[in-house]
């Protein structure tokens, strides 16, 4: 079914993208309401996860012209973390020093990622937690190969000072 | 071998080059302590960024999107037979006013509709001429564009007479130019009032 086999991958980016889980949920279930309603023009030639993610960036391009909340500014201190996903991690390192420092570095990469501009974020999220090839990010974003590889890297090194910097 | 770039290093780490460049990275990492330790920060970042747990799907996640899809097609039904109901209702309410109308003025109803027939089509009839004028209007409002970029254009035919060619093709590049810039100028200022707005 496809729901069942999509709704992990949606239900990550977009609540990578739009940062609340309530609002996540509710926005992915448009997202495989509007694909639904729109099946009818689904080329088969095109990869279907492609296809889904164009729509699931499209909602969340207009979601965020409606909220008119593009971006974070990298001065600002983020949101309370209350407002955010809760993330689950899994008890399978031995040593609770071990498991605990894990933890930390999650919430704070989780945190980190919250704060990267979201054109970039997108980008990142679709590589890093979907695990989408530079290509397949190229056709949904109708962007040249060389600007998503570059759009990825800025993303990474970002990434990289903000979890440099002190809590 | 001179150091990693930042783009390599990552290319490397994912794995995303050659098996001969990335024994060449080997042996150099061996040498530079300063590209060993890019990259091992680097490739733990990712490795805790790879290995994040996903957030948790409700487990009737696929059940609520599907009750939603077949909700759709009924809320659309509902409200075909709402308009449908609201028509009616309106024109049996129309009826019903006339009807009191003709009530009150103790006219007979058919005679009371023939005034209204006459009454509405007079209306109808002082519309028409007042689209009619509006029409001249827009007319003469053409008539005197046209003759205007006509003298324009004859302006310019005796200023091209006067001058060579290649101030021809000057005079029309810079002009081309300074519409640009106009349009340039005036869609920054729109944006930049669009922007304070919000």
């Given at each position: 079914m496809i729901i069942q086999k999509y709704q992990q991958p949606v239900f990550n980016y977009i609540g990578r993208m739009v940062g609340e889980r309530e609002l996540a949920l509710d926005f992915s279930q448009e997202v495989f309401l509007k694909v639904y309603a729109s099946l009818g023009s689904y080329r088969p030639q095109y990869?279907?996860?492609?296809?889904?993610?164009?729509?699931?960036?499209?909602?969340?391009?207009?979601?965020?012209?409606?909220?008119?909340?593009?971006?974070?500014?990298?001065?600002?201190?983020?949101?309370?973390?209350?407002?955010?996903?809760?993330?689950?991690?899994?008890?399978?390192?031995?040593?609770?020093?071990?498991?605990?420092?894990?933890r930390e570095l999650r919430q704070k990469i989780d945190a980190a990622i919250d704060k990267l501009p979201p054109s970039l974020r997108e980008l990142f999220v679709w590589r890093h937690i979907n695990g989408l090839s530079y290509e397949e990010m190229a056709e949904i974003k109708d962007l040249p190969l060389g600007t998503v590889k570059n759009r990825i890297f800025q993303a990474k090194e970002m990434l990289k000072r903000l979890l440099e910097e002190p809590a | 071998m001179s150091c990693l770039s930042l783009e390599r290093l990552y290319a490397y780490l994912e794995g995303e080059i050659s098996s001969a460049e990335s024994r060449d990275i080997v042996g150099h990492l061996a040498a530079c302590p300063i590209c060993r330790d890019a990259v091992e920060e680097r490739r733990r970042m990712l490795q805790a960024i790879e290995t994040l747990p996903g957030f948790e799907v409700p487990p009737d996640f696929a059940k609520g999107v599907m009750d939603r899809i077949s909700v759709a097609p009924a809320r659309a039904k509902v409200s075909f037979v709402r308009w449908l109901a609201a028509g009616v209702a309106g024109f049996l309410a129309f009826?019903?006013?006339?009807?009191?109308?003709?009530?009150v003025t103790g006219q007979n109803f058919f005679q009371f509709f023939i005034r209204f027939n006459r009454g509405?089509?007079?209306?109808?009839?002082?519309?028409?001429?007042v689209l009619a004028k509006f029409a001249k209007l827009v007319f003469l409002f053409l008539k005197v564009v046209q003759q205007f970029l006509g003298e324009i254009l004859e302006g310019l035919g005796v200023f091209a007479s006067l001058i060579s060619s290649e101030a021809q093709v000057i005079f029309i590049c810079a002009s081309f130019l300074l519409i640009l810039a106009g349009g340039f100028l005036w869609r920054r200022k729109f944006l930049v009032e669009k922007n304070h707005e919000n």
């Open positions: 990869k279907f996860s492609t296809w889904l993610f164009k729509i699931a960036s499209n909602a969340v391009i207009d979601h965020w012209r409606k909220r008119k909340v593009p971006t974070l500014s990298l001065d600002q201190q983020p949101d309370d973390a209350e407002d955010h996903c809760p993330i689950q991690v899994p008890d399978e390192n031995p040593s609770v020093v071990r498991q605990f420092e894990l | 009826v019903a006013v006339l009807s009191v109308i003709a009530l509405f089509w007079s209306y109808v009839q002082e519309g028409a001429l």
